[in-house]
């Protein structure tokens, strides 16, 4: 059975800092990883999809790399500003699974 | 324009009652998909119909019913609702089954079952 740790579960940071947020899977035989925003009381934001042939995506200051090999991944902000406060999640699926399996999830607070 | 939008955004009912909870999207897409947010903020899938038909049926009680008319639109029915089932329900929907293509949500109908 697939389970997906994410790490930290909570994170407090100073604006204008980098940060790594990490993304871990128990089978490493992930196809495609996303990663969502979800706000307070919102849905899910799709942030980036990696796809089964990519291993890196980027939008903005935000960077995502898959490691299919350890079934690690992590998403990388930058220059983090109060906006950026969210809960981030990961998720993927496996070849022939119509499911994705999603992390725990880590709070990010950026402090002005 | 919502692309993914749900009604109820709140429902509170009594334990035993029947609710329903409806979503559209208007995306084109042709696979959509029902979510369970627990307490703890853990997403796991419930239903996934593709083209109108269930592809997915995850181990949920069978209170629990999918209803999709056409494939812009997937309604879940709750029979005889129980306290543990006070959780926020979200749809989504994908151009292509599972991540294929990306996965957009709803904003989430939050049950609590008193």
């Known amino acids: 059975k697939q389970e997906v740790t994410q790490i930290p579960a909570a994170l407090s940071v100073p604006e204008g800092e980098n940060l790594v947020l990490n993304c871990s899977f128990t089978d490493s035989a992930i196809y495609n990883l996303q990663w969502f925003r979800q706000d307070p009381g919102k849905g899910l934001t799709s942030l980036l999809l990696i796809q089964s042939s990519q291993r890196e995506q980027t939008s903005g200051r935000l960077n995502a790399s898959l490691d299919k090999s350890s079934g690690r991944s992590t998403l990388y902000i930058a220059a983090s500003q109060p906006g950026d406060s969210a809960t981030y999640l990961c998720a993927g699926d496996q070849t022939g699974a119509n499911n994705l399996f999603f992390g725990t999830g880590t709070r990010l607070t950026v402090i002005p | 324009d919502t692309a993914v939008s749900q009604t109820p955004k709140y429902l509170v009912t009594q334990m035993g009652n029947d609710k329903s909870i409806k979503c559209e999207q208007n995306l084109g897409h042709d696979t959509m998909y029902w979510y369970k947010q627990d307490s703890k903020k853990f997403l796991k899938i419930m239903f996934s119909?593709?083209?109108?038909?269930?592809?997915i049926n995850e181990t949920v009680p069978n209170r629990f019913s999918p209803k999709s008319p056409d494939k812009a639109h997937l309604n879940l029915h709750i029979n005889s609702l129980e306290l543990g089932d006070s959780a926020v329900y979200f749809c989504?929907?994908?151009?292509?089954?599972?991540?294929?293509?990306?996965?957009?949500f709803g904003e989430g109908s939050r049950l609590t079952v008193l």
């Open positions: 989504a929907s994908s151009q292509e089954t599972g991540a294929l293509g990306e996965l957009f």
């Open positions: 119909y593709n083209n109108k038909e269930l592809i």
